[in-house]
């Protein structure tokens, strides 16, 4: 089973701040990662695939970048609407999360 | 627009067995693959089970193989997971999601409690 180390499990931010959040697998997953966003009460939504695909409707404030065995996802100005809960998504072989990412406002 | 409903939740005890259903809309369900995901409170998301579009592949989760079984009937637009022999670590929230290499669409999800 591959397994996905993502970090920070929580972040603080002010309005207009750039973040990041880091997904580690355990083996290569050849860029097979997406990124969900998931607000409270709510289902997740897919914000971005293959590493750096954005769906349509993402913002272009939303980036993901990566390789291999190490990927990140990037929110460039921060806007009130962002926050929420963010997780990666190997698809590579079966399926599997990262543990999650709570985003809050400073 | 595509739609995901949910339904079949409930408090079941331990051990006893629990049938969740999905009705898709909105998109040409015979299609697709399918998957359960699911969230205990307060906790990440785990994925469960997946059937492909003609029911020819089916895989689970460690955690629940042998006691979950995922089925889908294409007329009816409609995927089951038939629990069994339930935990209570089973206890979550379980989202029916539509695959398209990753998970493009979820339904809101249908609660599970297990609990005597």
């Known amino acids: 089973d591959i397994q996905m180390t993502q970090s920070p499990p929580s972040l603080s931010a002010s309005l207009g701040d750039k973040v990041t959040i880091t997904c580690q697998a355990s083996q290569n997953i050849n860029k097979y990662i997406a990124w969900y966003q998931q607000k409270p009460g709510k289902a997740p939504r897919l914000l971005i695939r293959?590493?750096?695909t954005l769906e349509s409707g993402t913002p272009s404030r939303f980036s993901g970048s990566g390789s291999g065995r190490d990927y990140s996802f990037s929110i460039s100005n921060v806007e009130s609407e962002d926050i929420a809960s963010y997780y990666c998504?190997?698809?590579?072989?079966?399926?599997?999360f990262g543990a999650g990412t709570k985003l809050e406002l400073k | 627009e595509v739609q995901l409903v949910e339904s079949g939740g409930g408090l079941v005890q331990p051990g006893r067995s629990l049938k969740l259903s999905c009705v898709a809309s909105?998109?040409?369900?015979?299609?697709?693959?399918m998957n359960w995901i699911r969230q205990a409170p307060g906790k990440g998301l785990e994925w469960v089970a997946y059937i492909s579009s003609g029911s020819s592949y089916i895989y689970y989760a460690e955690t629940v193989k042998g006691r979950f079984t995922i089925s889908r009937d294409n007329a009816k637009n409609t995927l089951y997971l038939q629990m069994t022999s339930l935990r209570s670590e089973d206890t979550a929230l379980y989202y029916c999601?539509?695959?398209?290499?990753?998970?493009?669409?979820w339904g809101q999800g249908v609660m599970v409690t297990v609990s005597s």
């Open positions: 998504l190997q698809y590579v072989n079966l399926y599997t």
């Open positions: 293959y590493t750096s």
């Open positions: 999601a539509r695959e398209t290499t990753s998970f493009d669409y």
């Open positions: 909105g998109f040409t369900f015979s299609n697709y693959g």
